[in-house]
C-alpha cells in the first residue's frame, strides 16, 4: 500500500466493513478508507463523511494494535498489552471502538455516546478481559476467556438469542452459554452462527461440535431447513440458539455469515467418523 510520505508499505491484515476498510502495516500503523458517515474510520469528528484514498490512523492510538474487526459501520481495535496473551489465547489489552452506536452496536453505553462516536473510545464492559474474538455487524457478539460472552447491538430479529426481541440497553451475557465449551461466534446483519465445541466421554475425539443458529430466517440463512414467513416485516426464525442438525457428526473448520447467507467448511470424514485430535484436515467440504 502507498503511505503518505513513506511510499509503499507491505499490509500485514485487511479488516472490511459494510463500507470501509482497515489496513494494518507491517510497520505497525492503521490505515482506513471509505466511507465515514457514521466516524467508523475513526478519524476524529471534523474528517470528511468518506475517504476515497487512505488516511493514517494510528496517530490515534498510543499502544501497538493487535486486531482490527469491522462490522457494517464499526470498528474495534485490541490493543498489545504487556502482558500478552491469556491462558486460552486470547488477546489481553484494552478495546477500543468507534463508528455507529445508535443502537449500542459498540458496547459504549456512555452518556452522549449514543449516535456517532469518532474518536476511538474504549469499550468499558471488555476492560481487563482477554478477548479471544469479536464478530461485528448491526450487532456485536464478544468471546472472553472464562466462557464470557457479552453481546450489544440489533436485536430486533432475536440474531442475540437472548429469547426475546428487546431493545438493548446494557452489555448482555446470554444464558445460552455454557462454562464447559469452546465457543466461536460469527455474526450476519440479522442473525448469528455459534459453534459450540463439546468435551465428549469418547477418547475418539477432544471436543464435538454443535452449531447453533438464531434470529432472522427469511432466506433460510439459519440453516434449520426451512424458511421463515413475514410476519409485521420481520422474518425471525428462533430468539434462542437452535441446533443446526445437518452438522451432527461434521468437523466443522470455518463460518463465514453473510447479510443473508452463511458458508461453512467441514473436514470430510467417512460417514460416521470424525478427525481424531490433532490431525490435519485433508479434503474440505464446503455447504
Not at 503518505?4 to 507491517?26: C, D, Q, S, W
Not at 426464525?237 to 447467507?261: C, E, Q
Request: proline share 4%; with cysteine; glycine share 12%.
Amino acid at each position: 500500500i502507498d503511505h503518505p510520505g513513506r511510499g509503499k508499505v507491505r499490509v500485514k491484515y485487511i479488516a472490511t466493513g459494510g463500507n470501509h476498510t482497515m489496513f494494518g502495516l507491517e510497520d505497525g500503523r492503521l490505515m482506513a478508507c471509505g466511507r465515514n458517515d457514521w466516524g467508523q474510520l475513526g478519524l476524529g469528528p471534523n474528517a470528511p463523511a468518506s475517504v476515497h484514498g487512505v488516511a493514517d490512523v494510528m496517530s490515534m492510538f498510543k499502544q501497538e494494535i493487535r486486531e482490527v474487526v469491522c462490522g457494517a459501520s464499526t470498528t474495534f481495535c485490541i490493543l498489545h498489552d504487556q502482558s500478552g496473551y491469556g491462558v486460552e489465547g486470547g488477546h489481553v489489552g484494552e478495546v477500543l471502538a468507534f463508528g455507529r452506536n445508535d443502537l449500542r452496536q459498540l458496547g459504549i453505553f456512555t452518556k452522549g455516546t449514543k449516535g456517532k462516536v469518532s474518536d476511538p473510545t474504549q469499550v468499558d464492559a471488555l476492560k481487563n478481559k482477554s478477548v479471544i474474538t469479536i464478530s461485528a455487524n448491526e450487532h456485536t457478539v464478544v468471546v472472553c476467556e472464562n466462557s464470557e460472552v457479552f453481546c450489544f447491538g440489533l436485536n430486533e430479529s432475536g440474531q442475540m438469542g437472548l429469547g426475546d426481541r428487546r431493545k438493548i440497553e446494557k452489555p448482555e451475557k446470554p444464558e445460552w452459554n455454557k462454562q464447559d465449551t469452546r465457543l466461536n461466534v460469527t455474526v450476519g446483519a440479522f442473525h448469528s452462527l455459534y459453534l459450540h465445541k463439546l468435551p465428549t466421554a469418547s477418547g475418539h475425539t477432544l471436543y464435538e461440535d454443535c452449531l447453533y443458529s438464531t434470529g432472522y430466517n427469511k432466506h433460510g440463512e439459519l440453516g434449520l431447513g426451512y424458511f421463515t414467513e413475514s410476519m409485521n416485516g420481520l422474518s425471525v426464525g428462533t430468539k434462542t440458539p437452535a441446533l443446526v442438525p445437518f452438522f451432527h457428526n461434521r468437523d466443522v473448520l470455518l463460518i463465514a455469515v453473510g447479510w443473508y447467507h452463511t458458508i461453512a467448511v467441514c473436514a470430510q470424514v467417512a460417514t460416521g467418523s470424525r478427525r481424531p485430535p490433532g490431525e490435519v484436515a485433508g479434503e474440505k467440504e464446503i455447504v
